[in-house]
């Protein structure tokens, strides 16, 4: 087993704080919000399409209910 000790005396220089773009929570604060939007419309046409599958397969047995599913498919995610 080989190991070698560096002996070298190296500089100490102060620790001092590395210049980079200012903070900027607003920016972040933007991102995130886009990052959730499409978050949620990815969740909501996936909604979407589970709704009328489920229609699909309601719609021999109980029509009505395939109809109210397929109303919930088209209504607003907000309401």
Avoid at 39 to 61: F, H, K, M
């Amino acid at each position: 087993m080989n190991s070698s000790v560096n002996a070298l005396n190296y500089p100490h220089a102060p620790a001092t704080a590395r210049p980079s773009a200012p903070a900027q929570p607003g920016r972040l604060a933007r991102w995130g919000t886009a990052v959730w939007k499409a978050l949620e419309g990815v969740g909501q046409a996936r909604a979407r399409r589970e709704l009328l599958i489920l229609a699909d397969r309601w719609e021999t047995a109980r029509p009505e209910l395939a109809a109210q599913l397929r109303a919930a498919s088209r209504r607003p995610a907000d309401l």
